[in-house]
């Protein structure tokens, strides 16, 4: 699934709007709603944070639906691996793997 698609299925789980969810994630509205229109602009993992902080939820949590005591030892190892990254860093390990996933 992919990030616009997760935050929808969030939001229709919480039954918000993506007004609501701004207001609840801090966001600016106008940002949110640029993640869904025709350039498909992409959130940055601040603003991601900022939404897993809005429904509650752990970024692992965020990126998958399987439950995070139920991870394999890579998968635990890449995510500690990720958040010893810089922001920067990260972000462009997020670019690499969707751009992989996607092949």
């Given at each position: ?6 935050i ?6 919480k039954?918000?709007?993506l007004?609501k969810?701004a207001?609840?994630?801090g966001l600016?509205?106008?940002?949110v709603y640029d993640w869904?229109?025709e350039n498909h ?5 601040r ?7 809005a429904?509650?939820?752990t970024?692992?949590?965020?990126y998958?639906?399987i439950?995070?005591d139920?991870?394999?030892?890579k998968?635990?190892?890449?995510l500690?691996t990720f958040?010893?990254?810089s ?8 670019i690499?793997a969707?751009?992989?996933k996607?092949?």
């Amino acid at each position: 699934m992919d990030i616009h698609a997760r935050i929808k299925q969030l939001c229709s789980q919480k039954k918000w709007s993506l007004s609501k969810l701004a207001k609840e994630a801090g966001l600016s509205e106008i940002t949110v709603y640029d993640w869904f229109n025709e350039n498909h602009y992409m959130p940055s993992l601040r603003a991601i944070e900022d939404i897993c902080g809005a429904f509650e939820i752990t970024l692992s949590e965020f990126y998958t639906d399987i439950e995070v005591d139920k991870l394999s030892d890579k998968e635990l190892k890449l995510l500690e691996t990720f958040k010893a990254l810089s922001e920067k860093r990260q972000d462009a390990l997020l670019i690499v793997a969707q751009t992989l996933k996607e092949d």
